[in-house]
């Protein structure tokens, strides 16, 4: 069954630290990979995603998230944390059933992240 | 463009009642999304709307939830006789086709 796991449910780093938030999914097909954030009150908002090509790839808010599949990952990092950072990520991959294009998510439970003056 | 809008945001009820939310996509979005979030939980896809016509219902929807979006722009999700394992947030997202997803901020439902 497609899944996908966020091992960790809770994070805090100090303000400026680094960051990385681990996600692993179990998909059959090439992946399209997402991550968003959802701070209380509001809704996800996207930080970034992955379709094809370069692994490596760039989001808003100085997130970055590197596809490696082969180990069905898709790490989240930052390289200095801010306290406006503090918030829930949630890391999905498209599970549209292939050659019907692209409306089903499936997220994993989330890691939320404190963040420490 | 005022992103994704959804009311109530609360809403408590009594089980056994019936509620209804409604969401209001970005004007010119053509597709538009339901899922529930519960506790500790990340969103689970329900159903999604191409236009008008409803495209596709996760098994998590029973008889008792229906969707509809008549005219192509909000859509409205109700419960009938609500249970207290309906207890959750409600999110509506949009897209314009296969593009990015845009959320609002959901209605938290609680059943008393």
């Known amino acids: 069954a497609q899944s996908v796991t966020q091992p960790d449910i809770h994070i805090t780093v100090s303000e400026g630290a680094s960051l990385e938030l681990r996600c692993n999914y179990s998909y059959g097909a090439t992946p399209y990979l997402f991550w968003y954030v959802q701070s209380p009150g509001q809704g996800l908002q996207l930080l970034l995603k992955?379709?094809?090509?370069?692994?490596l790839v760039q989001g808003i808010k100085g997130f970055e998230a590197e596809f490696k599949r082969s180990q069905s990952s898709f790490n989240l990092r930052k390289p200095s944390v801010h306290w406006s950072d503090a918030a829930e990520y949630f890391c999905?991959?498209?599970?549209?059933?292939?050659?019907?294009?692209?409306?089903?998510?499936?997220f994993g439970k989330g890691t939320k992240l404190s963040v420490i003056p | 463009d005022t992103g994704v809008s959804q009311d109530p945001r609360h809403k408590i009820t009594k089980r056994g009642q019936n509620v209804t939310f409604r969401c209001d996509p970005i004007?010119?979005?053509?597709?538009l999304y339901w899922y529930r979030q519960t506790l500790g939980q990340g969103p689970e896809f329900l159903t999604y709307?191409?236009?008008?016509?409803?495209?596709?219902k996760s098994r998590l929807l029973s008889d008792r939830f229906s969707a509809e979006r008549p005219k192509g722009s909000f859509s409205t999700l109700e419960i009938q006789r609500t249970e207290q394992g309906d207890s959750a947030m409600y999110l509506c997202?949009?897209?314009?086709?296969?593009?990015?997803?845009?959320f609002g901020p959901g209605t938290r439902l609680t059943v008393l």
């Open positions: 992955y379709f094809s090509g370069d692994t």
């Open positions: 997202a949009s897209s314009l086709g296969d593009s990015e997803q845009f």
């Open positions: 999905a991959v498209d599970t549209t059933p292939p050659g019907a294009g692209s409306y089903q998510l499936t």
């Open positions: 709307f191409q236009n008008e016509a409803q495209l596709e």
């Open positions: 004007s010119e979005h053509n597709r």
